[in-house]
């Protein structure tokens, strides 16, 4: 009931986001949490496994069953008794109809419905840390489709600036080579820079359009779906190595491996169970009825309680157990290894992740006033230029300088917005 009502929630949520002009990071999360088809499977499967972790799957509860049985028949009879009397008859009619109810328990087995009751619940939080997982992974890409969205649409705005800039430049020139001030050469070069400006916008429109796409698959909207992203997407420049390192062992797929672990271990004393003795209790009410059209018996009526008490103790199995015991001793040891592995897979990945992002930070401190000076300088040339104080050569260079350090800017908020990400994600606290 609670995942239902989440989900209605969801799609009302998803419902509302088309009719907005924007679409901010939190409503694409939310949206993809509803829509996302590999959720929905982990949803799934953890509620099976929910399902499942019941008492009666482990065997511990009595199961009672209502038998019936009618049996008619036709049959020829020929009979002889001892005092010398003979009965002989052809087409003798008779019925026999059995019922009874039936209670089936198992006393003791060897304490196997514990071990199994055990494992099925570490199944069910397996499962739950599989859902855990894939809504990690799923908040990870989304953040990664959108942040690259709002690259690709930064970067355009940047060309379009510098369009608007060849394009002025290039009206100075006709203007001033109608002066008599430039050349053709002059003129040929603004109008070159100018249609290459035009060419790098519309390769940028497409880029965007391409990245949009992409979120789009992602959140399962309609692949053609045009909205507004919230450009203010903030980079946590506070995280701390060490407090992310000591939860990697928090990370869903860690404690899934743990699950394993468990659940190999009730998997060893389910087979131990096998090898002590067992103890099932039943209990029926029977009733019975035959009836004979001829023959030493005509009417027979029986019913009663019954009871039955069944004591098993094994002696050969022919080494089974032991074998699968050994199976499963073995698959212990690589749900055991498997762990040590991914721990050692995260803290690695953690630890470069961290120092890629630890450089990131840094640069973006440094590219806050990269972009102030390099705007300044490129209005300083266009000043100067107009003021036929530089040369072409030191205006393309401003331009050149203006797109290499808005572009290094750029580049460097996104992957430190991934790294970030790929940091809370490891660390487990992505899903937070």
Not at 137 to 166: D, E, G, M, W
Not at 244 to 256: F, G, H, K, R, Y
Not at 380 to 390: E, F
Request: with cysteine; proline share 2%; net charge positive.
């Amino acid at each position: 009931m609670k995942n239902n009502g989440l989900i209605l929630l969801l799609l009302m949520f998803s419902c509302k986001v088309f009719g907005q002009s924007t679409l901010t990071l939190e409503d694409a999360v939310r949206v993809a949490l509803e829509n996302n088809f590999q959720i929905k499977i982990a949803q799934n499967e953890s509620q099976i496994a929910h399902i499942n972790n019941h008492p009666g799957a482990a065997g511990m509860l009595p199961t009672i069953a209502v038998n019936a049985t009618d049996n008619p028949a036709l049959s020829n009879l020929k009979q002889e008794f001892t005092n010398g009397s003979t009965i002989e008859r052809n087409n003798v009619g008779s019925n026999a109809f059995a019922a009874n109810v039936a209670l089936n328990y198992t006393v003791f087995d060897g304490l196997k419905m514990f071990a199994t009751r055990k494992r099925l619940a570490e199944l069910e939080l397996m499962g739950e840390n599989k859902l855990k997982s894939q809504v990690q992974n799923t908040l990870s890409q989304v953040i990664q489709r959108y942040s690259a969205v709002i690259k690709q649409q930064s970067y355009l705005t940047v060309v379009q600036q510098l369009q608007k800039v060849s394009e002025e430049r290039l009206q100075l020139v006709k203007l001033r080579q109608t002066a008599g001030m430039a050349n053709n050469t002059d003129l040929y070069l603004a109008e070159l820079d100018f249609t290459s400006r035009k060419q790098a916008v519309l390769s940028q429109v497409n880029a965007v359009k391409s990245a949009l796409t992409d979120l789009n698959v992602t959140l399962n909207f309609p692949a053609d779906s045009s909205y507004l992203l919230n450009a203010n997407l903030p980079v946590n420049t506070n995280l701390r190595y060490a407090e992310l390192v000591s939860q990697v062992d928090m990370n869903p797929e860690i404690l899934a491996n743990e699950n394993q672990i468990n659940i190999s271990l009730q998997a060893q004393k389910e087979i131990q169970a096998a090898r002590l003795p067992q103890l099932k209790l039943s209990a029926a009410y029977n009733y019975n009825l035959s009836q004979s059209q001829a023959g030493f018996t005509l009417y027979n009526q029986a019913y009663g309680p019954s009871a039955l008490v069944t004591l098993s103790v094994p002696v050969f199995s022919g080494n089974v157990n032991v074998r699968n015991l050994k199976s499963a001793k073995l698959q212990t040891q690589n749900a055991e290894l498997q762990l040590e592995q991914n721990k050692k897979l995260y803290q690695g990945l953690l630890l470069q992740t961290w120092q890629t992002y630890s450089m990131l930070v840094a640069q973006i401190e440094l590219d806050k006033t990269d972009v102030k000076t390099a705007k300044d300088y490129l209005d300083l040339m266009t000043t100067r230029y107009q003021m036929g104080q530089s040369t072409v050569v030191d205006y393309r260079e401003a331009q050149r300088s203006f797109e290499e350090v808005n572009y290094r800017v750029i580049n460097n908020l996104y992957l430190a917005k991934l790294a970030e990400t790929d940091l809370l994600r490891l660390s487990g606290r992505l899903i937070k």
